[in-house]
């Protein structure tokens, strides 16, 4: 029993790890948001747009 809880956090921070690292859905999430990103209508709400661009960023320099 106490062997289960302690491997909670341990657990959790693996499944942490495993989405953190999650390159080939973080590409795929990339292409998309450039694929949005083109479209003229994208910019219509530039606050929308500024986020999703950081987004886009973001998803960049973690695959790199």
Request: charged share 40%; no cysteine.
């Amino acid at each position: 029993q106490e062997l289960k809880r302690s491997l909670v956090p341990i657990m959790a921070k693996i499944s942490e790890l495993m989405v953190r690292f999650d390159i080939d859905g973080k590409d795929e999430q990339i292409v998309q948001l450039e694929r949005t990103s083109s479209d003229p209508s994208f910019w219509d709400d530039p606050g929308i747009a500024k986020r999703e661009m950081r987004v886009l960023a973001r998803l960049k320099e973690e695959v790199s």
